[in-house]
């Protein structure tokens, strides 16, 4: 020790500190891991702001000597980028300052700290999306994304954007209708459905996807009619208008004509190649176009499958609605396909909570796991049955008496399923990383 300062010889090169080197390189690059020398004094560019404080931070330090070569004088460069001289020793060995020895440690700490936050980032969109903020002191809020909702114009919108003939809506379903709700039942963000009230005029949707780019993603309504949109409307609505997703109602192809037909096809397939997934409205019953839906699974197995309302597959008490049941668990074996949890007054016999619907979410559990499945409320059309704030109440969880849902399982169903599968729509949210730090696991 001299004057209070560590000397250690490092001859004839610098002195390589290997594990604050990695991690100093992951923090400021972000890419793999380098062992390089650390200079005496690190700009502040490459520094983590947090990082950079602890660099300030003064105390005992460590410095290093190496020969002295055509003078003897020489100047370094000090924390601050200025240059102060450096003598030369007796010995002919020059004394150059580094890092702090506390500093370095508080660094290599924190650098560790900032590394791992980078790599579980990488793990699970769940990272930021299925817990997102903390509320409170060891508290934590639950991300909640409502993976089925429409919205119409209300009466003075109208006059903008007019409903299809013979569509006109009897509940309120404006947009400010909808963030009013969500606020208070303290749901995050929201898949908003194009609605037949408007049948194959996006203009509403489309401007309220603009408008609130932070909160909803949009999933456009398939044109399968003789003479319609088809595919070319169905790309311009997902390149152009910022729709993340189609809807194949059954009930719009033409009379005779099953969703296999050839247009259907080219739709479906062209949702797969542009990583949007297709949800399937089967409100006649599963059992009338499963067949359908698997033909489309087996040739196409890219795209992505979203099952409406639980397939509108209701507690079976007959032969027949045991047998739809057991298809839409069969259809499981597809890894493309995922199940909305939604719309539970729909499929269930009694009321709120539909209690008669827990032993369906048990075996669709069993059979997809959470991160297939993803509750949404169906939104308007929920508020006049349970309320919308009372819509995620149905799904039991650790805290309830008759609970079966572990806290991570409703992380996912909650939010954590909707942020992975619409994960392009949702970067705009600021709730995923980039797709070169997710891969391309999902939408496979």
């Given amino acids: 020790m001299v004057d209070g300062r560590m000397q250690l010889m490092a001859h004839p090169t610098t002195l390589s500190l290997s594990l604050s080197s990695h991690f100093c390189a992951v923090a400021s690059s972000g890419g793999a891991p380098r062992h ?51 003598r030369a020793s007796k010995s002919g060995y020059s004394t150059r300052r580094v890092l702090p020895i506390r500093a370095l440690l508080a660094l290599s700490a924190a650098a560790a700290v900032v590394f791992l936050r980078k790599r579980r980032s990488l793990q699970t969109p769940k990272v930021r999306g299925s817990v997102a903020v903390s509320q409170g002191e060891g508290m934590e809020k639950m991300t909640r994304i409502d993976a089925h909702l429409h919205v119409w114009a209300s009466p003075e919108e109208a006059k903008m954007f007019p409903f299809f003939p013979g569509q006109e809506p009897t509940l309120p379903g404006s947009a400010n209708f909808l963030l009013k709700n969500m606020a208070e ?33 949009g999933m ?129 016999r009694e009321p709120f909570p539909y209690n008669d619907t827990w032993p369906l979410l048990k075996q669709l559990l069993e059979s997809y796991g959470a991160e297939r499945l ?49 994960q392009d729509g949702w970067r705009k949210f600021g709730m995923l990383p980039d797709s070169s730090d997710l891969g391309d696991e999902v939408l496979t």
């Fill in 36 to 86: 390089r020398p650390l200079p005496s004094a690190l700009p502040n560019s490459l520094l983590n702001p947090h990082l950079h404080h602890l660099w300030q931070y003064s105390g005992c330090s460590l410095s290093f000597r190496r020969p002295a070569t055509r003078a003897t004088t020489s100047h370094s460069a000090s924390r601050d980028g200025a240059h102060s001289p450096v």
């Fill in 185 to 217: 039942a303290g749901v995050d963000g929201a898949v908003i459905v194009q609605p037949i009230n408007h049948k194959f005029d996006h203009s509403y949707v489309s401007s309220v996807l603009k408008m609130y780019p932070e909160k909803f993603v």
């Fill in 220 to 348: 456009c309504l398939a044109d399968p009619t003789e003479g319609g949109g088809g595919v070319k409307e169905l790309e311009r609505l997902i390149v152009k208008e910022n729709f993340s997703g189609v809807r194949f109602n059954p009930y719009l192809w033409p009379s005779g004509q099953k969703m296999t037909n050839e247009v259907g096809k080219a739709m479906f397939a062209k949702a797969g190649e542009l990583r949007v997934p297709v949800g399937f409205m089967c409100f006649k019953g599963l059992m009338l176009h499963v067949d359908e839906i698997e033909e489309l699974c087996r040739e196409f197995p890219r795209t992505t499958v979203l099952m409406d309302h639980l397939g509108f597959c209701k507690p079976p008490l007959t032969e027949e609605e045991a047998e739809a049941w057991n298809r839409l668990l069969n259809l499981s074996k597809y890894s493309q396909v995922y199940v909305k949890l939604s719309a539970f007054f729909r499929v269930s």
């Fill in 374 to 422: 993803m509750w949404g409320s169906d939104f308007p059309f929920v508020v006049a049955e349970c309320g919308y704030i009372n819509s995620w109440q149905v799904l039991p969880t650790e805290n309830s008496t008759d609970a079966f849902l572990t806290d991570e399982q409703l992380e996912w169903i909650m939010g954590g399923t909707a942020l992975s599968v619409f």
